[in-house]
């Protein structure tokens, strides 16, 4: 008898791979609409990608940042999330209909939080759907991906964009005269920590008077 699977044709091991990745996220992605609760949000439910230099921030950061944010924001307030995923995580964990968040990431893994999510590229800071219109948010969380000043300066660029004017940025204690060049904000007391111990000293900064010094 002839071997069943002989005339079933075979997959390259790339092609192989690319199906298997694709069926590994359809099952976090199904796993994330059926499990209990508001975990497809908690902090970590998408696991960090070093390649695209993330890291979480800690539970209590992220939820700090969070409350700072709605504070910030108002009543019925806007808030844009520009590269930090976790704290979007977590105020769509605890969000009463009051506010709306927007998260703007490179990360496509994110896009599983549907229409919430905006492909960002901070290569291209201005290339936004027609959706965000200009000076549409109460405030903008940002924490660019690299701690670089070409980085900063164009995240810096789409911040200014999208926000009325409140502004919270996250990112290394060695940008702090660069964030104050292009932001205007100034760093606060408040340490944020991450969930991995990072090697750069890390600080908040706003331009407004905040609940984080």
């Known amino acids: 008898k002839m071997d069943d699977d ?14 298997q990745e694709f069926y590994l996220e359809q099952e976090q992605r199904e796993g994330m609409k ?4 508001s975990s497809q949000y908690s902090v970590g439910s998408i696991e960090e990608n070093w390649q695209l230099s993330q ?3 800690s539970e209590e950061t992220a939820s700090c ?6 504070a910030a924001a108002g009543k019925d307030g806007k808030i844009a999330c520009i590269s930090a995923p976790s704290v979007y995580q977590k105020l769509k964990e605890r969000e009463g209909p009051a506010v709306s968040v927007c ?12 229409e919430e999510f905006v492909f960002y590229d901070y290569n291209s800071p201005l290339s936004l759907p027609e959706s965000l219109l200009p000076h549409s948010f109460d405030i903008v969380v940002a924490d660019p991906p690299y701690l670089s000043e070409e980085c900063l300066e164009k995240t810096a660029e789409t ?8 502004i919270l940025l996250c990112t290394g204690a060695v940008m ?6 292009h932001l205007g904000v100034k760093m606060c007391k408040f340490i944020p920590k991450h969930s991995r ?17």
């Open 65 to 70: 940042l969070a409350n700072e944010a709605i």
């Open 34 to 37: 059926t499990s209990q609760g």
């Open 159 to 166: 911040v200014k964009y999208l926000t009325k004017g409140k």
């Open 55 to 57: 890291f979480w921030y």
């Open 6 to 19: 002989d005339d079933v044709p075979q997959l390259s091991s790339q092609a192989l791979a690319a199906l």
């Open 103 to 114: 998260i703007l990431e490179y990360d496509r893994r994110f896009s599983v939080y549907g």
């Open 197 to 213: 111990n990072l090697a750069n000293e890390f600080r908040c900064y706003v331009n407004y008077v905040s609940g984080l010094d």
């Open 176 to 181: 702090e005269e660069q964030a104050a060049k």
